[in-house]
């Protein structure tokens, strides 16, 4: 099996299940469900004077929001069980034997189990496209709160394969990506709440965290402005070194993951010594039955 083999097989065994439909289905329905709500409750304030891009502004935020987190807990349960599950259908051994290598089957479980999340998030672009009749978003902002979303997406499956090359059970590696993806998502906010501080400043440890990166490619609340950092000879602003976070990580996740993947030589030595004292052993009990 090759890795293009792979990669269309497992794209037939997802897009072919009834519930990948159900999922996209719900979501839409979800995001446009909370997006007439909120134009509904906004429509009667701008009647009585109020911003109609604040409204935009409002909007807009409210999705980004709803999307991410979403996003975030959908895409590590295509991922989580990938490689364990195949252990546990005995079928891991088949793929380790033929023509696939270790990184052809990492990447190609990653972007059969991304496929889920980029069709959502491209299902949500013409809700998101209603936000440019209230204005306050430029279309430049949207594509960067795109990119954050694709980058978290990837980073999020990268976890889930991750977990499920370290955990032999798929229960326990879904739970373990979910619990990762917690303290990824609270601790920051965690030291904010018990570390308070006065200046405008977002502190160093909030710009790994997806909800500052995408508030700050619309500058909602000034975040982008007062919230440049210097990285070398580069001024970045959270969004970016957000983005190179992301990519350092994904990076390291999917390093791991090959290195888990792959028999290590000491397991294969092992294997092979207790094969040969196997032969050995059915040799002398052959031979005394003979006698």
Not at 20 to 37: F, H, K, R
Not at 108 to 136: C, E, H, M, Q
Not at 165 to 186: C, D, E, K, M
């Amino acid at each position: 099996m090759t890795f293009m083999a792979l990669l269309i097989k497992e794209m037939r065994l997802r897009m072919r299940r009834e519930r990948t439909i159900w999922l996209i289905v719900v979501y839409i329905l979800l995001l446009g469900l909370l997006g007439w709500l909120d134009i509904s409750v906004s429509s009667s304030a701008a009647a009585y004077g109020g911003n109609w891009t604040n409204i935009g502004i409002g909007l807009y935020t409210m999705l980004l929001i709803v999307q991410l987190f979403l996003i975030l807990f959908i895409t590590p349960a295509f991922t989580a069980t990938t490689v364990n599950g195949e252990k546990e259908r005995q079928t891991f051994d088949l793929l380790l034997c033929s023509r696939l290598s270790s990184t052809s089957l990492i990447t190609g479980k990653l972007l059969a189990g991304l496929i889920n999340a980029f069709l959502l998030i491209a299902a949500s672009i013409p809700i998101f496209s209603l936000v440019f009749f209230f204005g306050g978003v430029s279309p430049l902002q949207a594509l960067e709160a795109l990119l954050v979303f694709i980058l978290t997406a990837i980073l999020a499956a990268s976890l889930g394969i991750f977990c499920s090359t370290l955990v032999a059970r798929p229960a326990i590696s879904t739970a373990l990506s979910y619990v990762l993806l917690l303290l990824w998502l609270g601790l920051p906010l965690l030291f904010a709440i018990l570390i308070p501080t006065n200046s405008n400043r977002a502190p160093s440890y909030l710009m790994w965290h997806p909800v500052m990166a995408l508030l700050s490619t619309f500058n909602y609340g000034g975040l982008s402005p007062n919230n440049i950092y210097n990285v070398g000879p580069f001024n970045l602003a959270i969004w970016q070194t957000y983005s190179i976070f992301n990519v350092l990580a994904t990076l390291i996740l999917i390093g791991l993951s090959l290195w888990l993947v792959k028999p290590q030589a000491w397991q294969r030595l092992r294997l092979r010594t207790h094969k040969n004292d196997a032969t050995v052993l059915k040799n002398e009990t052959k031979a005394s039955a003979t006698a």
